[in-house]
């Protein structure tokens, strides 16, 4: 298609030559008419001027990479401290795991062994030690967070280079997205930074959501602060990737950083100036992740999720940082990215075949995190205090529908395990990824193998003759980081006040621990689901999601849990059948059973209010007194950064 502009044509036209009509929006405001002098000429004509919905673009080049060719620079050996904690992590899970399958294994031996003992061993072992890793890593959070404590926090310069601020969309409530911006725009004025910073809407959305978004925009920009553009895609190809990638192409070379955000994220002027002040210090330095913590939580089932993060989550982020060191991975927001190694690094390539397996890849955050590393950018984890915030889905099947698309996304990873050039650390994270989803089906596999072994035995594996420390580590895997987040709040005063004080703390934890026991079995029941599906060629697609809401229905829920009902069933016949097994089982019964009824109420905001009035699920990180105008009462040092 040929554009002919008339009367005032403006010295920047964008890139609208070979698009659609309405691409012409993207350059021009109102007091514009086009008209057509063919099927092939279109003619605008009027009162026309450039846009400032966007900057003058700044093109940087962002080739499409090949996982099969090794780039010429890649990764620099990690250093021998990162060894040593690796090692200890790896062989720490291969030793829970194997000394418990050998337990488990002498225990199964007693009748004798065969050939279904030897699956409930192999299945015990593999499930153990991934439970085990989990908890390694929150033992050596712990003892890193105690050794950093107490530690004076440097200040943290202005950055000298200008930094962008992304937000995409796809079809948002763009008045909530838009009081994000205004609050973060907000917080760099206070800091005296906002000339740094430049927001960029960048909507994927439909054609229809483009008024609203505009005139958010507009309102945006009346009340000053930060520069505010906006662009909208008319072919959203690739979703996130391809809109972050079209920025870059458009506009990156006159970025030295971006700071990428979902629509339901934001983080506060001093973490955006921290993050940006430390890749200005560090030229090796590609990507910085920050850990999120949930915010503005309404219903039972996100406040209850808001708790865990705010509570279980500063130990685990710090003993991830500690062993993920220059190869940490990327969760696709409330990170820094130097645009120049973004653009050299992350053109992400469609995977071969049909999808779900194949074509665009869903989960690109972690792809990219590994990209990075692999052409010798460093990549690390910022551990915050405050500063970095997100919001959870509302509902258990919201919940589950997010973890569709990621479920994909992580099986789409397996692929990429033979990638040339990926660091191995790369490689584990990659794997890593996708076993938190293949665990799922193993559990089940557990479950039945282990219900069959006590309908043939006559009775439950679990006895009297089983060894003391076979029970002890059992405990100790499914509630010890929940004791290692206790004894860290005993250090973390500032924790248990932004958590409401101890009360808060305790009540939570004695709410939470029967939610997760219920919950667990229906999540297993979902990712097994996802599995299959994807298995069997259903993608996920990509809709809206749903940010808020006030309860689903009994009949919304049964219409989504209608599976993992019938899943319940033969627990439940077991547990008539012989009271003796089924008890051991009888959690999993329960919350397969009553997963729809389980949905529904942990979906309402009135039972999450209720219980917050009573101090339960009550605290909000994203809104205690730092963020309302004072400067946060420290940011942890990331053991990246400040551990030798």
């Known amino acids: 298609m040929k554009l002919e502009f008339r009367e005032g044509t403006p010295g920047r036209l964008s890139n609208c030559t070979n698009k659609a009509r309405e691409a012409v929006g993207e350059v021009f405001r109102e007091g514009v008419s086009v008209t057509s002098d063919g099927p092939d000429v279109m003619c605008v004509t009027g009162s026309v001027f450039a846009d400032r919905d966007l900057p003058p673009e700044a093109p940087l080049a962002m080739p499409v ?70 908890l390694l890593t929150a033992g050596a959070g712990l003892v890193v967070s105690i050794r950093n404590r107490g530690r004076v926090e440097r200040v943290y310069p202005a950055p000298s280079r200008p930094v962008a601020i992304l937000v995409p969309v796809y079809n948002e409530d763009i008045a909530a997205v838009g009081a994000r911006i205004e609050r973060m725009a907000a917080d760099l004025v206070r800091t005296e930074t906002q000339s740094l910073f430049d927001f960029f809407v960048l909507s994927d959305s439909s054609a229809s959501a483009e008024p609203a978004e505009r005139a958010e925009i507009a309102r945006l920009r009346r009340a000053g602060g930060c520069e505010i553009f906006y662009r909208r895609r008319p072919i959203n190809e690739a979703r996130k990737p391809g809109n972050i990638g079209d920025w870059v192409r458009r506009f990156g070379s006159a970025y030295e950083s971006m700071i990428v955000l979902d629509a339901d994220s934001r983080m506060s002027g001093e973490a955006m100036v921290r993050l940006a002040s430390e890749l200005e210090a560090d030229e090796t330095v590609g990507l910085i992740q920050t850990n999120p913590q949930l915010t503005a939580a309404r219903t039972l089932f996100a406040r209850w999720q808001q708790f865990s993060v705010a509570f279980y989550g500063p130990i685990f982020t710090a003993g991830l940082a500690w062993w993920s060191g220059d190869e940490a991975t990327f969760w696709g927001h409330n990170a820094i990215v ?40 460093r990549t690390r984890m910022m551990v915050l205090r405050s500063g970095s915030y997100e919001e959870s889905p509302p509902t258990l099947v ?73 029970i002890a580590v059992t405990v100790a895997l499914l509630f010890g980081t929940k004791l290692l987040a206790l004894i860290w709040a005993l250090f973390d005063r500032a924790l248990v006040r932004s958590l409401g004080g101890w009360r808060s703390i305790l009540l939570g934890m004695l709410a939470e621990i029967p939610l997760s026991i219920l919950v667990a079995p229906i999540m297993m029941a979902s990712q097994c689901r996802s599995i299959v599906e994807i298995l069997s060629g259903q993608q996920s697609g990509w809709r809206p999601q749903r940010r808020d809401t006030d309860g689903l229905t009994l009949a919304e829920a049964f219409e989504f849990y209608t599976p993992h009902v019938l899943l319940g069933l033969p627990f439940w016949l077991m547990t008539i059948g012989d009271l003796g097994t089924g008890i051991w089982q009888l959690p999993v019964t329960i ?16 039972w999450g209010a209720a219980l917050a009035h009573y101090g339960l699920f009550a605290a909000d990180p994203g809104e205690d007194l730092a963020e309302q105008g004072e400067a946060p009462s420290g940011l942890v040092p990331a053991p990246a950064f400040a551990v030798a």
Request: proline share 5%; net charge positive.
């Open 65 to 134: 990479q090949d996982f099969y060719q090794r780039p010429s620079q890649t990764h620099r050996a990690a250093p021998p401290q990162y060894w040593a904690r690796r090692g200890f992590l790896v062989a720490g899970s291969g030793l829970i795991g194997f000394g418990a399958s050998l337990g488990i294994a002498a225990l199964l031996a007693l009748d004798g062994y065969d050939l279904l003992d030897q699956v409930l061993a192999l299945l015990s072992l593999l499930l153990f030690a991934w439970i085990g890793f989990g």
């Open 338 to 377: 130097r645009v120049r190694a973004f653009a050299e690094s992350c053109g992400l390539p469609s995977l071969s075949g049909p999808a779900p397996l194949g074509g665009a890849i869903m989960s690109h955050d972690m792809i990219e995190a590994a990209l990075l590393r692999r052409r010798g950018w």
């Open 398 to 470: 919201d919940h589950a529908i997010r973890d569709r698309r990621w479920c994909q996304g992580n099986l789409q990873h397996l692929r990429l395990l033979d990638a040339s050039g990926l660091h191995w650390i790369s490689r584990l994270q990659l794997l890593m990824g996708a076993s938190s989803y293949l665990t799922s089906p193993l559990w089940l596999l557990l479950l039945s193998v282990g219900a069959i072994e006590s309908l043939r035995v006559g009775g439950p594996i679990a006895s009297t003759e089983t060894p003391l420390w076979l």
């Open 591 to 606: 919350g397969l059973l009553g997963s729809a009824f389980i949905a529904a109420w942990t979906s309402r905001a009135d």
